[in-house]
Every structure is written in C-alpha cells, then in structure tokens.
C-alpha cells in the first residue's frame, strides 16, 4: 500500500514540476561545430536609449549569460573573439475577453434549470459581465555568431509570461537557463 502510495505521489510530482510556463526553442544555423568556439564578446544596444527598467533588465540578462557561458566552457574576450553574443527582449500584449458570472450557482440558479425565480418564473441572465484581460509574454533572443564568417551559428528563443515587474526577471532568467540547456557544446 505505501509502495502505491510513494508511486502515485511521485507521479503528480513529476506531472507537476515538469508543467512550465516558459518554452524554450533553439536552432543550429550551421554544421559547425560549437566547442571550436572558445571565446566570446557581446554585441549591444547602447543601454543609453533603453528605459531605466529595460535597462536594468539588459545588465542582469547579460551577467546570467555570462554565467551560462562560462559553464559552458567559453571565456570573454572583448578584443579578439570566437563568438559574438547577441541578445534582444521583446514584449507583446494580447487582449483576452472572459466572460464571467457573479452568481456562484449559474445563470439558473441553486437548482439548475429546474429552478425559477419567484415571482416570475424566468431563469435568471443578468449576473454575467465580460471582462477584458490584458496579457503580456516576453520573448527572449539570444544569437550566438561566428566573427570569422560573420553568420549566426546558434539561436535560442525563450518565450514567457511578464504580468508584472517581478515576474518579468524571474521569466527572463529562466529562458536564458534553460535555453543554455540545449546549447550542443
């Protein structure tokens, strides 16, 4: 019976933490090779035409992928580099209508259609209200080029939810985490 049990819980364990609201996509542009990359530079925007909290978003992107590089083997050289490292942020909203009711029970009440309101005997419609959602997804775009040939070699996309402020940092981080993931080094 515990044996059951421990099965069923690890797998609504694993059900559950595999659900992400963050997809990562990636693409190899060439045959090259990556692990004959052995350095890498950024390439920008000047962090001057940004707004303060895209800005401060572009400075914390660019240490966490620093970060991944550095695991992944790469070294910075910002004088003769293997590898330029380009990376944008793009946001879009869409606009979700719901249609919503007040009444806890239904349009019909209690009772379901089987019920009528007193003292007119119609089923009740007036609880019903449309709501407007705005959503916003954040796209992350991370390129990894060659300065020799100058052509991407590897593309990483990491699309996520950023409702709000703080949810916009940690979707960020965790598309760039998870894009090094699939990184083929």
Sequence with gaps: ???????????????????SSVKVFSEKE?????????????????????DQATAILYEELRKRIARQMHEKGFQPD????????AFNILTEEERKEVTKSTNPYGPYGMYGM????????????DYRYKEIRIEKTGTVVVDLIS???????????GIGP??????RFKTA???????FKQLPV
């Design 1 to 19: 019976m515990k044996f059951a049990f421990y099965l069923i819980l690890c797998a609504v364990l694993t059900a559950v933490s595999s659900c």
């Design 30 to 50: 060439t045959e090259d090779n990556l692990s004959v990359y052995k350095t890498y530079a950024f390439v920008g925007v000047p962090l001057e035409q940004l």
């Design 173 to 179: 981080y965790k598309i760039v985490e998870k894009l």
């Design 78 to 85: 910002a004088e003769d580099p293997d590898l330029y490292v």
């Design 114 to 125: 089987w019920s009528y309101n007193y003292p007119w005997g119609w089923p009740r419609t």
């Design 147 to 157: 300065s020799e040939k100058q052509e991407p070699v590897w593309r990483g996309i």
């Design 162 to 167: 950023v409702n709000d402020p703080e949810e």
